[in-house]
Each structure stands twice: as C-alpha cells, then as structure tokens.
C-alpha cells in the first residue's frame, strides 16, 4: 500500500511497516500544507494517511473521500511503538474512505 505520513507521525514506524511503500509529507513537499490541502493532495497519489491528528474527523468533510485515514492516539514513540501490531492490522483491512482510529488501552 502506498501511504503518507503526516509530519506528527513518529518516523521509526515506517520500520514497522514492512511491505508498504511510505513516503513523509515533508518528502513529499508538503510540510506547510493544512489537513484539507494536505488530504487533497494525498489522495491523488497515495492510497492511506496516517496521522495522529485527532481532529479531523470534527475539522474536515471526509465523506467522498478517496484516501483511507488512519488516526494514532499519540504521536508518542514508546506508545506507538507498542501499538505497531495493531496499525499493521488496520492497514491490512482499511479501503478508501475510511477513518479508522487505532486505540491505546492502558
């Protein structure tokens, strides 16, 4: 799957993503761009983004949306570096247009 990273994603989580062709914002030059622009321009070349933004499902209008959106509960290395299992799991089962939240239990 090709997938963007957000520029709050932890980079070492592309090493837990084997399989998947990962690419960063800033990469991509769009470091600057907002979430609306910076979905906008991800969905014309990626097929999932990951953020740990949690407010974009009361900011933006995600329905129509061509791009799969995975939310992380942290941007927090040592908790999403624990939750890699289950992000490798919602990556496996997500389709365009879907807004899946990856849950931390305590």
Request: charged letters at 30%; one cysteine or more.
């Amino acid at each position: 799957m090709k997938i963007v990273f957000d520029k709050c994603v932890p980079r070492p989580l592309r090493k837990e993503l084997p399989g998947h062709d990962i690419s960063t914002a800033e990469q991509m030059g769009w470091g600057e761009l907002e979430n609306g622009n910076l979905i906008r321009a991800a969905e014309e070349q990626f097929e999932a983004i990951v953020t740990s933004d949690q407010q974009w499902k009361y900011q933006q209008n995600l329905v129509g949306r061509k791009i799969a959106i995975l939310v992380l509960p942290t941007n927090r290395w040592l908790i999403i570096s624990r939750l890699a299992p289950k992000i490798r799991a919602a990556l496996e089962t997500i389709r365009p247009g879907d807004y899946v939240e990856v849950k931390f239990e305590k």
